[in-house]
């Protein structure tokens, strides 16, 4: 039987494209120009999904949700709302009003397939692959995990040992940097910058082990090298498996060998440092996140992915409008008028969604096959302990903790 969504715009191109996304997948769509003309239909007709624009001239989107809900006879359908507000209160709005998620306005045709596939309303193309090729057997199952397993321990291992060495590298620059002040020569000062040292290499194990897990990039890397790094060692990888096992690996085996690659390589990419002032999981995050679940599915993988969003407490001064900015990199840190946020703010600062990633969120969780675990840990777990501030310490020297601080950790429990 044709699926069949009901498309609501005012606007008759945005009706067309969806109309035309839609079709590609075998979704036929039924055009409504109005909420009125919408809820007209669905007097006599019971359509998949509805896919509900925001804004609209007489009653709006969420006024339609709201109603399409409140009537017993429709208040199953899924409702998926697109518009170009941004924000977290949009998305909670429609979440509280039973919208199954929230789109952006500019739709893209892979967010549509995802949430087709979420909804059901399409095959899962990995499903179809695999869904003719014969079960395992017990044994054959309990092998190929084990062979999974070693292939990400060593990529665990390796990476570690990588990560570690930059890392080290990194904050002891930072170290010798802030040694190198006239003050700290003095006496009556040594004592706090050999303290000060010490801190950040015992820091350097903690680094390392939190990198370890949720494969923290360092500042100075950028991610080209990240991901031409985490490549190179899924290929190693899948070399290595290849020469040490009895026989020649299967197509099978190969084909999950390089999903498991390719998902390690995206979970780097999705780890790391993000730019101050900016929403940590953005529009960037949520294609990443989608590829990385795609990879796992790819590799018939089952578990968790968890997710830590860590807010730097940094140095700012307001400027010429109010807002928060980093102070001068010259600029003493003693003289900053205000050093990271508080519990509260840092918290919230860490759980921003764009309403992309929301979306993207929403559909993973529907979907049920992998597990997310998202977290605001704030500013309470810093990565690298902050120097004490002295009067020659500056700005740029604390912001340059504080981004070591500002990041997100991926972790994949499989």
């Not at 924000?87 to 967010?111: H, I, M, N, S």
């Not at 002040?181 to 006496?187: E, G, H």
């Not at 679940?293 to 790819?298: C, I, P, S």
């Not at 500013?379 to 070591?404: D, K, M, S």
Request: net charge negative; glycine share 6%.
């Amino acid at each position: 039987m044709t699926k069949v969504a009901l498309v609501v715009d005012d606007s008759s191109v945005a009706r067309h494209v969806l109309r035309k996304v839609l079709s590609e997948h075998g979704v036929a769509a039924v055009p409504a120009a109005s909420a009125e003309e919408a809820l007209d239909y669905l007097k006599h007709h019971r359509p998949n999904v509805v896919f509900m624009d925001h804004l609209m001239p007489g009653m709006d989107g969420f006024e339609a949700l709201e109603a399409i809900k409140a009537n017993p006879a429709t208040a199953t359908i899924p409702v998926m709302m697109y518009t170009s507000q941004d924000g977290e209160l949009y998305v909670g709005q429609a979440r509280a009003l039973g919208a199954f998620g929230v789109l952006p306005k500019d739709l893209k045709p892979t967010e549509v397939t995802h949430v087709l596939r979420a909804l059901r309303l399409i095959p899962d193309e990995r499903s179809e692959e695999t869904g003719s090729q014969s079960p395992k057997s017990d044994a054959a199952s309990v092998i190929e995990n084990q062979r999974v397993r070693a292939l990400l321990q060593e990529l665990f291992y390796q990476q570690h040992a990588a990560l570690r060495d930059e890392i080290r590298e990194g904050y002891e620059r930072v170290a010798a940097n802030t040694a190198q002040q006239p003050v700290l020569q003095q006496a009556g000062r040594s004592g706090r910058a050999t303290r000060f040292v010490l801190a950040g290499l015992v820091a350097i194990f903690f680094v390392s082990t939190v990198v370890l897990w949720s494969l923290l990039s360092s500042a100075d890397r950028s991610l080209a090298e990240e991901r031409l790094r985490s490549v190179q060692l899924g290929e190693r990888i899948v070399e290595l498996e290849a020469r040490t096992a009895a026989a020649g690996p299967t197509q099978d085996a190969s084909d999950r060998d390089r999903a498991i690659s390719n998902a390690w390589e995206q979970a780097i990419a999705f780890s790391g440092q993000y730019a101050f002032g900016t929403i940590a999981l953005d529009d960037i995050r949520a294609e990443q996140l989608i590829r990385l679940v795609d990879y796992l599915n790819d590799g018939e993988l089952s578990g968790t992915v968890e997710i830590d969003v860590h807010v730097g407490q940094f140095c700012m001064n307001r400027d010429a409008e109010g807002q928060w900015v980093l102070a001068p990199s010259a600029a003493l840190a003693l003289e900053c008028e205000r050093q990271g946020w508080d519990i509260v703010e840092a918290e919230a600062l860490g759980a921003r969604r764009s309403i992309q990633f929301a979306n993207v969120e929403s559909t993973i969780e529907r979907a049920g096959n992998i597990g997310l675990e998202i977290r605001s840990a704030g500013a309470v777990q810093p990565a690298v302990p902050y120097p004490v501030l002295t009067e020659a310490l500056t700005a740029g020297e604390w912001n340059e903790i504080a981004r070591l601080n500002h990041y997100v950790a991926l972790r994949l429990l499989l």
